[in-house]
């Protein structure tokens, strides 16, 4: 059986994404404002500072690449495990280095990985979801992160 397309607007694919696919549940944090110590005269990070925590989906860009730096060459803050962080458009956009963990999900190898905002959630005028550039932090080869 066919669904009438006539009529579906963005607002109603986005409704179903979110429900289909953003099952998982994911934190945005970053540091926080960075506190003295007196007794070592330092200022050292302040406790993290959630920024988004709800409905989510990371899932891997492709398999494993090689990454070549050259020395003295510029290049795209690039990584071997890039992955994308899809949320709903009503979530706040990450800024570059904040961190993305799994709270709630389905595969339990996932929770409590964190990936690293490589860049700031990509737009367009056909979003459905925001998609997040991330890299991965944490991953254990057979051990839960």
């Not at 890039?82 to 904040?98: G, K």
Request: zero cysteines; hydrophobic letters at 35%.
């Amino acid at each position: 059986m066919s669904v009438p397309t006539e009529g579906l607007t963005l607002g109603a694919v986005s409704a179903i994404v979110e429900k289909k696919i953003l099952t998982d549940k994911i934190r945005i944090y970053r540091p926080g404002e960075p506190i003295f110590n007196p007794d070592t005269g330092q200022y050292e990070p302040g406790p993290p500072v959630t920024i988004y925590e709800g409905p989510g989906a990371i899932f891997p860009t492709g398999g494993p690449s090689v990454v070549l730096h050259l020395a003295g060459q510029a290049y795209v803050d690039d990584t071997p495990s890039r992955y994308r962080l899809l949320t709903p458009l009503s979530a706040p956009v990450a800024s570059r280095e904040d961190t993305v963990t799994v709270v709630q999900a389905e595969d339990e190898s996932a929770i409590g990985r964190t990936w690293r905002v490589i860049d700031i959630g990509e737009t367009s005028t056909l979003s459905v979801v925001r998609t997040t550039w991330v890299d991965q932090n944490t991953q254990k080869s057979g051990t839960v992160a």
